[in-house]
């Protein structure tokens, strides 16, 4: 799995991936995902098949790039940064995930949803939330690496999936009033991590190792 686009500070590497993932959104405009070749793509984005292979193992990986890299730029654009002890924030990025929702099946998120690939769709959504999410996570007090990915992973598929299923419900509610819902749902998730955080000193003091 390449490094994260949004972590690359090479203007040149970025300006490459831009001109492949750009390729791969306006050839899903005309084909489908299975339809398109690594081939299409290095021709569409004026490269060769090598250069390609330089930034992506393949043409899922690029699909996975383009698809979070979408949600990240949503975030970025709309100035979103995750604190654990802030509503307003988390219904922040519940709100893009709700809105990129809209965006992908409008063709705008670089995708049209070919059920084949939903998996790997989700995969990159969720992932691009758990990023945003484990980064900050740390201001709860859980020092754990393993306790920080567990509650980035648990927040943000509920987040998706909770997104997702909104958006498929016929006669849908709107946004504004799906979002605070979800918020309810997800918020508690690091509530009790703020109470793991509490509690770990207390349980590690009354462990006693086995003679």
């Not at 995902?33 to 043409?59: G, M």
Request: net charge negative; aromatic share 6%; charged share 20%.
């Amino acid at each position: 799995m390449p490094i994260s686009d949004c972590e690359v500070r090479d203007p040149r590497i970025r300006r490459t991936r831009q001109l492949l993932q750009g390729a791969l959104r306006g050839l899903m405009h005309s084909r489908s995902f299975e339809e398109i070749s690594v081939q299409d793509i290095a021709e569409a984005a004026t490269v060769n098949r090598a250069t390609f292979y330089d930034h992506y193992t393949d043409k899922f990986a690029l699909l996975e790039a383009l698809i979070g890299g979408g949600f990240h730029q949503l975030l970025h654009e709309r100035n979103v940064e995750f604190s654990p002890d802030s509503p307003e924030v988390a219904s922040a990025i519940i709100l893009a995930a709700c809105d990129y929702q809209v965006l992908m099946h409008q063709g705008s998120g670089g995708c049209k949803g070919d059920s084949p690939f939903e998996p790997l769709i989700d995969a990159a959504i969720t992932n691009a939330m758990r990023r945003v999410l484990v980064r900050d996570i740390e201001n709860l007090g859980v020092v754990s690496s393993f306790h920080r990915e567990l509650l980035a992973s648990a927040a943000s598929a509920a987040i998706h999936a909770a997104a997702k299923q909104w958006f498929r419900t016929p006669n849908r509610p709107t946004v504004e009033e799906v979002v605070p819902q979800i918020a309810a749902l997800i918020l508690p998730i690091f509530e009790r991590a703020a109470v793991l955080a509490e509690i770990r000193p207390a349980i590690a003091s009354s462990a006693r190792p086995l003679p």
